[in-house]
């Protein structure tokens, strides 16, 4: 089985490349759902979360407030810090544990990841794909739907730089042009590696 790293800053356009291999029938591991998985039901984790950052961190009903988190870690680059290294492991684990179980029926797999330059989970992947595109843009796009202009620049601060994306890349898909040029590209790479997962 053929793994695919596929990387980039937020708002880079990774989920809209992920997606049409998703649905292509191409399965994809999003990092962040398992970071989300693993702070709901592992409770190592949790009990590590409350003691390092208080019970505050929890909702009314007793659960993760992942908002609440990502706010505090975002603005203070040690507290991000040891959220990761108190989640990383447990992270690493569950997605070993995907990869294991998609190898049997697959030979094609992507994990999506936007620090994917700082994890452990790059020794898993045979290619890394990096999406890149102008900050402004990146930006532009996402203060149209998804977060303020300080969330934006607070979780951009804390992802890798373009160099370290570089550094670690087979491919990199500069996505400074329109939608349908991306699924273009999407579609390139999928005819790829589908040939290259079939050797």
Known sequence: MIIIGVTGG???????????????????????????????????????????????????????????????????????????????????????????????????????????PKTQLIKYCDFIISIMLDKNIRFERKLKNQFSKEELINRSKNQPKDSEYEQISDFIIINNKSLKDLKNISKFYFELFKKIAKN
């Open 10 to 116: 937020i708002g880079s356009g990774k989920t809209t490349f992920c997606n049409y291999f998703s649905k292509l029938g191409i399965p994809v591991i999003i990092a962040d759902e398992v970071g989300h998985f693993v702070l709901a039901n592992n409770y190592n984790v949790r009990f590590q979360i409350i003691r390092y950052f208080g019970a505050s961190v929890l909702t009314p009903e007793n659960k993760i407030n992942k908002n609440y988190l990502a706010d505090i870690v975002f603005k203070n680059k040690l507290k991000l810090k040891k959220l990761n290294e108190i989640v990383h492991s447990a992270v690493i684990h569950q997605v070993r544990k995907k990869i294991k179980s998609l190898s049997l029926t697959n030979k094609l797999v992507l994990i999506e990841s936007a620090i994917l």
